[in-house]
């Protein structure tokens, strides 16, 4: 257990930044998670990350082990769309995180691998083996697998140089006018909101999205969505800066309804075989959560 005293000068601090300052050996994440799991007691009672010091509570900390260095293998469900000796191509579902990170360290589709398939690339590092591309959290789709080290620098010099064909399905919010359209303004970090990607400022890493409309409904619109690059939640960003955010996403200011996931899925990838140079293409069926919330439109 470790004490602590707020003093006079920590009086309007968050508390989860304080304990940054104060325990520095311990990332940021890792705190939050441990004042989240009620780990951390400010005059005996738990407190939300958010909470703002008066500057004189005790506050007591109870650290949880670490995680461990190296992915570990979990029996988990594991759907397989294609399969050779150098990749593996799986229909991640939505809710599943790709790799472990902050506060998350099992149930992930890495864990899941490792089960299957024992042996994965070790290019990404012991916490991310076989990963070239990932997802986002509540995305569902195609994601792709490297086997060997050979293939993972194969596909990932793909993925770079914008090779690979992305192809995503989304609903968003509101009716697009136009039947086909490319937006290219750079994406960055929300400056304000570290947690969101904003692609309102000049400057940013250059992003690449066409659309075009697959079905208009009242107040929706179904869209395929192409990317030539790969940023951080660049469709959402991208829609959203259009006026028309993806369907769940509240994070870039979609109403709430009644997904609990985005209504964006990753449809179809086309790559070249590492060995042959063959084009592959692989598609993930759209999941039925999804395809009930287009019948009820």
Known sequence: MIHLEA???DSGKRLDLYLHERLPEYSRARLQEWIKAGRVLVDDAPQKRSYLLHGCEAIDVEPAELPPLHAEAEDLPLEILYEDPDVIAVHKPAGMVVHSGAGRHSGTLVNALLHRFRKLSTVGGALRPGIVHR?????????LVARTDKSHRHLAEQFSSRKVEKI???LV???????RGKITTPITRDPVRRVRMTARLSSGRSAITEYKVLRRFDKFTLLEVRIGTGRTHQIRVHLA??????????????PANALDRYFLHAQRITFASP???D???VEAPLPAELQQYLDNL
């Open 7 to 9: 003093l006079a000068g």
């Open 135 to 143: 997802l986002d959290r509540l995305t569902s789709g195609v994601i």
């Open 168 to 170: 995503y399905v989304a």
């Open 173 to 179: 919010h509101g009716r697009v006018k136009t039947d």
């Open 241 to 254: 800066s259009i006026g028309h955010p993806v369907a769940g996403d509240k994070l870039y200011g979609a």
């Open 275 to 277: 060995t042959t140079g």
């Open 279 to 281: 084009r592959i293409t």
